[in-house]
């Protein structure tokens, strides 16, 4: 079957995940979906920044968890000004909800290598 642009428009299609972090609290979850393709625009040009010639200022670990823990109808529950925060938590945690945050992006692994070499 062939889409129309108004089927593809209207197409839900970031996918959700729950992701468990009793370290926040009994019982604490948070849901974490995939990035539209602004969003994921917008994360690649701060983590491809110099094309690597300098470090990132900004942790991409804690900008892609900002960019992909939403609320229960899919928006975003941390902004930009709260980045630098977020990457203040306990690394354990927020490396679990990145991983999830990558499968459901299904970024691959020369990005990874970016990230980690920034």
């Keep these: 079957m062939m889409l129309t642009a108004d089927q593809i428009l209207s197409a839900e299609d970031l996918v959700r995940a729950i992701v468990d972090v009793p370290e926040w609290g009994p019982g604490a979850k948070v849901t974490v979906r995939m990035m539209t ?26 900008r892609l968890c900002a960019f992909t823990i939403c609320d229960d109808a899919g928006n975003r529950i941390f ?12 690394g354990a945690v927020i490396g679990r909800i990145a991983d999830v945050a990558w499968e459901l992006n299904q970024l691959g692994e020369k990005q990874r290598q970016t990230i980690a070499g920034n």
């Design 79 to 90: 902004n930009d000004d709260q980045i630098p925060a977020l990457a203040k938590k306990a």
């Design 37 to 62: 393709t602004e969003e994921r625009q917008d994360y690649w040009s701060v983590a491809l920044a110099d094309e690597g010639k300098k470090p990132v200022k900004q942790s991409l670990i804690a």
